[in-house]
Nanobody, 124 residues
């Protein structure tokens, strides 16, 4: 069982930066692939970024490539999403998720555990 708690969301102006954190409970965090997804009002949840258990592989949605960076610190049981050059269209609730298979994935169905989400609002 893995419990995930996101933090770091907030209100920021366009062009600004935020760093989201996702703290995980459980001793097996280092074996999980981790992902970030987001859901804007009236839209479906969409993939943002993912990282494999060893951080050897990362994946990004085209819409955030070059602006967002996913990373992890297995010693701290935490995964991060550094978001730079934020745009109003990045406004959403951001969720982190854990994939016990370890690879990370762009598909939400691959993830067994989800956090409650953190709100990110980007003003123009």
């Amino acid at each position: 069982q893995v419990q995930l708690v996101e933090s770091g969301g907030g209100l920021v102006q366009a062009g600004g930066s935020l760093r989201l954190s996702c703290a995980a409970s459980g001793r097996t965090f280092s074996s999980y692939g981790m992902g970030w997804f987001r859901q804007a009002p009236g839209k479906e949840r969409e993939f943002v970024a993912a990282i494999s258990w060893s951080a050897g592989r990362t994946y990004y949605a085209d819409s955030v490539k070059g602006r967002f960076t996913i990373s992890r610190d297995n010693a701290k049981n935490t995964v991060y999403l550094q978001m730079n050059s934020l745009k109003p269209e990045d406004t959403a609730v951001y969720y982190c998720a854990a994939d016990y298979r370890g690879a990370g994935s762009k598909l939400s169905i691959s993830y067994e555990y989800w956090g409650q989400g953190t709100q990110v609002t980007v003003s123009s």
